[in-house]
């Protein structure tokens, strides 16, 4: 239910599906939407309309304003640019629609301008903006991690690791592995994968490679929603399921 309908205390005391969409799509359209709109003096609606829904469609997806202006331009037929959708999505993070994740190079230290990944505050308000269509349950699921790490208070990146090994020529080959949620909070760090399923070793071992390139001692974790125990495993990463990484304090 949560996955669908997120956590808007007006949608908890609504028994009914239907009433719950309709809830949730009149707030987005007479509230959240609204607001934006106004408060910035927008005259561009029909941009910001369809840039939420990109941004939707793409949750947790890597983007930059380059390429959504490029979607603007193939794809929804719009000329808009770079500069203005900038300052579109300060207008919706500063409306709590949407939240950023910056990329941290882990090796390196240092963040990485080009991309970024966009989540969003209420997966409810989210799922309503596509019309309860395309609910994909894995980027749902590690956008509901990332609002949970953001409640507890953790600042949370996505990381990079960088790799290199050898082609079937011999030459080095450099490429860069994903770390979906790097988190800090005082003197704390963890590295965490969202993955949806883990249906066998393979899938682990798909999912802690880039974990297990980080050169710290630091916690590394995968959340996975198909467990219900958590443990550590051979390599010492912590194999935990969604409920209780959601429940535990």
Known sequence: ??????????????????????????????????????????????????????????????TNVRRI?????????????????????????????????????????????????????????????LGFRQIGYNHTMENVVYNELRKQGYTVDVGLVETISRDESGKSVRRNLEIDFVVNRHDERIYIQSAYMLPDKEKVNQEQASLLRVPDGFKKVIVTGNRFSSNYNDDGILIEGIYDFLLKE
């Not at 603007?72 to 629609?97: C, M, S, W």
């Open 69 to 129: 202006a490029n979607t603007f331009k193939t794809v929804v037929g719009l000329e808009i640019g770079p500069n203005t959708i900038a300052r579109y999505l300060e207008h919706l993070q500063d409306a709590f629609i949407i939240n950023e994740a910056l990329r941290y190079d882990v090796k390196g230290r240092k963040y990485i301008g080009t991309e970024t990944k966009y989540y969003f505050e209420d997966i409810g308000v989210r799922n309503a903006i």
């Open 1 to 62: 239910t949560y996955y669908l309908y997120g956590g808007l205390p007006g949608v908890a005391q609504l028994d009914n599906p239907a009433e719950k969409q309709n809830y949730l799509r009149e707030i987005y359209e007479t509230v959240y939407l609204k607001d934006v709109i106004e408060r910035n003096h927008l005259k561009n609606v029909d941009g910001m309309r369809e840039l939420v829904r990109i941004l939707a469609s793409g949750m947790g997806s890597s």
